[in-house]
């Protein structure tokens, strides 16, 4: 399925990252959102909320960010894509709706424009501090999708492959952007909508009486029904069976849970989204991801120069983690080496997954701007020793 | 090649769409790479504001600027803050009427444009950023006139559009004569106080 044009803005446009997420959010489907504007996040619905109404959409603004979050599931199972934008505070709000999207497989994107934190911090000022938040910060297990654009033109393309991977899997989807990202401001090139990939929702066919909506399809994905079609539906978060009624015990916990981790686990190997350069034969290779891992390239090039033998790993999906690749890498260098905007969070899975087999040296940052490319050379140079 | 510029002023004077435009000429019209960045903070409230624009034929990796080689100040505060900050033997253009010139700008090729004035002329005092997109075009060359003229055309309201564009030839032409002349710069130091010591 593709967009639909009226929704999208083919050219190439100069724009901030805040604006190009906004656009690929309309282009992927999202008539809805709903949100407690935050910097520096706010120009995405502030943008939003102009452009939506010309395609037939709304954007709400609600008391706070726990109400969005969930207004933006009610929208969603009403039959509608939608999606909330945050920064810390608003994203720390909504943690427990987080964990209800995940517990009812509710297709939805979370946007996190990341500021300094902890608390308030620094609303204007960039930071990758919410890394760890977005994978584990509801309570319980469950497992999430999170990308991680690098130039406002990926804050377009990547918003339009969250929503089509919300869909695809079921799951809250977390774009991590950063302040710098959103509010940098370049060249966008948005294609005609008939060479944009839209993910549909996977709506049931069953007729009602014959439809489960928890009834696991053949990748562990449950088909969807809207509310006011007639089937009858109970979303909850509590544990529930495939019927979605409530099943208060052991067997429907066991059920309900591995299934909700198991349909992330057993697409990893289709989910690792990384940019490679020159890996082979490297003694070193830089991971980074967002922001972060273009300030890294310029350490990189400069490692080069004196004769290091640097390759670039970026995660452009950071969760779930590309694991298998990471513990095969860990084998063949001296050593991997991750810069990134807070004090030591995605190098924790790094050094978990390179298990030993190599040097992992991480370059932390508390935020507030980005790396000095020479605290990330020097970690190279370390690195080759 | 790579270039690192910065505009700052008053806020309102336009210093925000101004570097819009020619970040939008470069990577629009020219085809090339650019990356803009403004402060967001306490400080671009009120009194001064700034943006930065890098323009490369290569990707650009590091966001933001630190040492331009082109500022374009339009206020006594903004040169005072920026104009330390510019590369030795950089371009440092200035509203002439508003900027009074101390050894801060030592070893910089100065130029110096009337734009308020300018604007005046025309009509409406708030194209003097466009007036200074021309000027910039002129003196260093960082981007090209055509594409500049294109996005300014496509950057402001249809109504002043035939104003704008008249206010970017303007900028350009007086920018030329200029150019002929050379720049103005200030050697000795003793001849040309601090402001603070004034």
Redesign the interface.
């Known amino acids: 399925m593709h967009a639909d044009p009226r929704t999208v803005l083919t050219g190439?446009?100069?724009i901030n990252g805040d604006a190009a997420c906004c656009e690929g959010a309309l282009a992927a489907g999202a008539r809805y959102a709903a949100g407690y504007p935050i910097?520096?996040s706010t120009e995405i619905v502030e943008r939003f909320a102009a452009r939506a109404p010309e395609v037939g959409g709304l954007f709400i603004q609600m008391e706070d960010e726990i109400a969005s979050s969930i207004v933006i599931q009610g929208m969603v199972w009403g039959g509608q894509k939608a999606f909330t934008v945050t920064s810390g505070p608003g994203f720390s709000l909504m943690m427990e709706h987080i964990g209800l999207a995940a517990m009812t497989e509710t297709p939805v994107v979370f946007v996190d424009v990341q500021r300094g934190g902890p608390s308030t911090g620094l609303p204007?000022?960039p930071s990758q501090g919410d890394m760890m938040q977005a994978r584990f910060g509801s309570h319980g297990d469950y497992a999430v999708i999170a990308l991680s654009p690098n130039s406002p033109q990926e804050c377009f393309d990547l918003t339009i492959k969250a929503f089509n991977l919300a869909e695809e899997f079921r799951v809250p989807v977390m774009f991590m952007m950063d302040?710098?990202m959103g509010?940098?401001?370049?060249?966008v090139v948005i294609p005609p909508a008939d060479q944009i990939e839209v993910r549909p929702r996977r709506h049931t066919t069953r007729p009602p009486g014959q439809f489960r909506p928890y009834e696991p399809g053949p990748d562990l994905v449950p088909e969807m029904a809207h509310a006011g079609e007639g089937h009858k539906i109970y979303v909850t978060g509590l544990t529930h069976d495939r019927r979605g009624y409530p099943s208060l015990n052991a067997a429907a916990q066991r059920e309900l849970v591995t299934r909700l981790l198991e349909k992330i686990r057993r697409a990893a190997e289709r989910l690792v989204m990384v940019e490679t350069d020159q890996i082979e034969g490297a003694e070193v290779v830089v991971v980074s991801y967002g922001?972060t891992s273009?300030?890294a390239?310029?350490a990189v090039q400069e490692a080069r120069a004196r004769g290091i033998k640097v390759g670039t790993l970026r995660l452009i999906c950071v969760w779930p983690f590309p694991e298998k690749l990471i513990r095969e890498l860990a084998r063949k260098v001296k050593a991997l080496v991750m810069p990134e905007l807070n004090m030591g969070q995605v190098v924790i899975e790094l050094e978990r997954c390179a298990a030993g087999q190599c040097k992992v040296i991480g370059v932390p940052h508390p935020g507030g701007?980005?790396h000095d490319?020479a605290e990330i050379l020097e970690a190279i140079e370390r690195g080759a020793q | 090649m790579l270039t690192e510029l910065r505009i700052a002023g008053f806020g309102g004077q336009g210093v925000i769409l101004a570097t819009h435009i020619l970040g939008r000429a470069a990577a629009v019209h020219q085809n090339r790479f650019a990356t803009m960045t403004q402060s967001y903070g306490p400080e671009a409230r009120g009194g001064a504001a700034s943006a930065a624009l890098i323009v490369s034929d290569e990707p650009v990796l590091f966001p933001y600027v630190s040492r331009p080689d082109i500022l374009v100040v339009m206020s006594q505060e903004a040169y005072t803050r920026f104009a330390p900050e510019v590369k030795p033997g950089g371009f440092l253009l200035v509203e002439e009427d508003l900027v009074r010139l101390d050894q801060r700008a030592q070893g910089l090729k100065i130029y110096g444009i009337p734009a308020t004035r300018l604007a005046e002329e025309l009509g409406k005092k708030m194209v003097l950023n466009v007036i200074m997109t021309g000027f910039l075009c002129a003196i260093t060359g960082a981007v090209g006139p055509e594409a500049v003229r294109k996005a300014v055309q496509e950057s402001v309201p249809a109504r002043f559009r035939d104003l704008n564009l008249q206010a970017f030839d303007k900028g350009l032409e007086y920018g030329r004569q200029l150019l002929e002349r050379g720049p103005l710069t200030i050697e000795n130091s003793e001849e040309v106080p601090l402001e603070s010591e004034v």
């Open positions: 190439t446009h100069f910097t520096p204007t000022l302040e710098c509010h940098m401001t370049e060249k922001i273009r300030v390239l310029r701007t980005v490319p």
